[in-house]
Nanobody
Framework: VHVGESGGGLVQPGGSLRLSCAAS????????MSWYRQAPGKERELVAT?????????NYANSVKGRFTISRDNAKNTVYLQMNSLKPDDTAVYYC????????WGQGTQVTVSS
């Protein structure tokens, strides 16, 4: 199992970013996928989850609800996180992983929200 996160960067408050997570080593469409984040000095937290196959079931942390959108493209083995109306509190390293599996973490992608 391997995942590779990308798309992070430095953005001003109120800005947007789209993160991508390319997965390999398993049948992607069969598994729910999740995005997590870890801010400096804080524990890693679950941000969003999308169910397998068509992704009809989606859940968000309260802190990002209404601002972030998770989606998946099974043909590309990729899960996305569209982040809008970014706040400084969203600054963190963002990771993806199969939901409910203790896979090794990828390298993550750094998101910094600052003016």
């Amino acid at each position: 199992v391997h995942v590779g996160e990308s798309g992070g960067g430095l953005v001003q408050p109120g800005g947007s970013l789209r993160l991508s997570c390319a997965a390999s080593g398993f049948t992607f469409s069969r598994y729910a996928m999740s995005w997590y984040r870890q801010a400096p000095g804080k524990e890693r937290e679950l941000v969003a989850t999308i169910s397998n196959a068509g992704g009809s079931t989606i859940n968000y942390a309260n802190s990002v609800k209404g601002r972030f959108t998770i989606s998946r493209d099974n043909a590309k083995n990729t899960v996305y996180l569209q982040m809008n109306s970014l706040k400084p509190d969203d600054t963190a390293v963002y990771y993806c992983r199969r939901s409910n599996y203790m896979d090794s973490w990828g390298q993550g992608t750094q998101v910094t929200v600052s003016s």
